[in-house]
């Protein structure tokens, strides 16, 4: 791993900590970079202010969340239980990330009201992912559909509950992981060939 990468990763690590457990607003650049084991200006060399080092979090999490549907997806045959592991996965992932997190609500505002478009890319592109899965269903007549991107929206409309930061803090994830196999089960009886 280049320096760079490992010094950026060090950077988040200390950032994601203290922002889950002190806040974004309350959390300083200085702190990070003590967290970080690194001087101010040194942080200032890779990220120009304390809202740069948030988004890079962010990004950071929804990538890990959308490689661990992927990879979890890759492993099965079956396109339903391709779509079930890539949606379990990223809800164990998710559950992960945001079950501890004190100051989730300050976290979730500054990211929805300033960085909305990153949000979006990133559920286009688990949007993409479902749609490929049910193609491929398709294909193999595993699923009967007409239209897998309009069905791969609406499967990730109905699973929004399994992404959201506030269901996955307010919620065992054993609740969440049944209703979620419960939900994929209604799925499967209405994507079958008749």
Same mark, same amino acid.
């Given at each position: 791993?280049?320096?760079?990468?490992?010094?950026?990763? =060090?950077? !988040?690590? &200390?950032?994601? /900590?203290? %922002? $889950?457990?002190?806040?974004?607003?309350?959390?300083? #650049?200085?702190?990070?970079?003590?967290?970080?084991?690194?001087?101010?200006?040194?942080?200032?060399?890779?990220?120009?202010?304390?809202?740069?080092?948030?988004?890079?979090?962010?990004?950071?999490?929804?990538q890990?969340?959308?490689?661990?549907?992927?990879?979890?997806?890759?492993?099965?045959?079956?396109?339903?239980?391709s779509?079930?592991?890539?949606?379990? =996965?990223? !809800?164990? &992932?998710?559950? /992960?990330? %945001? $079950?501890?997190?004190?100051?989730?609500?300050?976290? #979730?505002?500054?990211?929805?009201?300033?960085?909305?478009d990153?949000l979006l890319?990133?559920?286009?592109?688990?949007i993409?992912?479902?749609?490929?899965?049910?193609?491929?269903?398709?294909?193999?007549?595993?699923?009967?559909?007409?239209?897998p991107?309009?069905?791969?929206?609406?499967?990730?409309?109905?699973?929004?509950?399994?992404?959201?930061?506030?269901?996955?803090?307010?919620n065992?994830?054993?609740?969440?992981?049944?209703?979620?196999?419960?939900?994929?089960?209604?799925?499967?009886?209405?994507?079958?060939?008749?």
């Amino acid at each position: 791993m280049p320096a760079m990468s490992k010094t950026s990763d =060090a950077i !988040l690590d &200390a950032a994601d /900590a203290r %922002f $889950a457990d002190y806040g974004y607003r309350k959390t300083t #650049m200085a702190e990070i970079a003590a967290d970080a084991g690194m001087s101010v200006g040194n942080l200032y060399r890779h990220f120009s202010k304390k809202e740069a080092i948030m988004v890079a979090c962010m990004k950071r999490k929804l990538q890990a969340k959308l490689d661990a549907g992927l990879a979890a997806a890759e492993g099965e045959a079956d396109a339903l239980e391709s779509l079930r592991a890539f949606l379990l =996965a990223r !809800l164990r &992932a998710g559950y /992960a990330q %945001f $079950a501890g997190t004190r100051h989730l609500y300050e976290i #979730m505002e500054l990211v929805h009201d300033r960085h909305r478009d990153i949000l979006l890319e990133f559920e286009q592109r688990v949007i993409d992912v479902i749609g490929g899965i049910l193609s491929e269903g398709v294909a193999r007549g595993r699923f009967a559909l007409r239209d897998p991107a309009q069905t791969a929206y609406d499967i990730h409309q109905a699973t929004i509950r399994y992404n959201h930061p506030v269901t996955l803090r307010s919620n065992p994830l054993e609740l969440l992981e049944g209703d979620l196999n419960r939900l994929i089960a209604l799925l499967d009886r209405g994507l079958a060939p008749r």
